[in-house]
């Protein structure tokens, strides 16, 4: 794992935790306890997306072996 990486997964699951909370706390007024898990969960699904991106990134940046 680099710093990379944990970067992204930090950077990923703060971004997805604040549109989680948007969406799930202030527009649809979801109940307090499904609020936290839907929030929870879209933090987690913005982590993997983000380290999966910068996972692609370093992939791409690496010269292709022929």
């Known amino acids: 794992m680099t710093a990379r990486k944990v970067g992204a997964g930090l950077f990923g699951a703060f971004v997805g935790a604040w549109l989680g909370r948007a969406v799930f706390k202030w527009i649809l007024d979801?109940?307090?306890?499904?609020?936290?898990?839907?929030?929870?969960a879209t933090a987690v699904i913005g982590?993997?997306?983000?380290?999966?991106?910068?996972?692609?990134?370093?992939?791409?940046?690496?010269?292709?072996?022929?």
């Open 30 to 40: 979801a109940p307090g306890d499904w609020s936290t898990i839907l929030i929870v």
């Open 47 to 66: 982590a993997v997306v983000c380290v999966a991106g910068a996972d692609e990134r370093a992939n791409a940046a690496e010269p292709a072996e022929e």
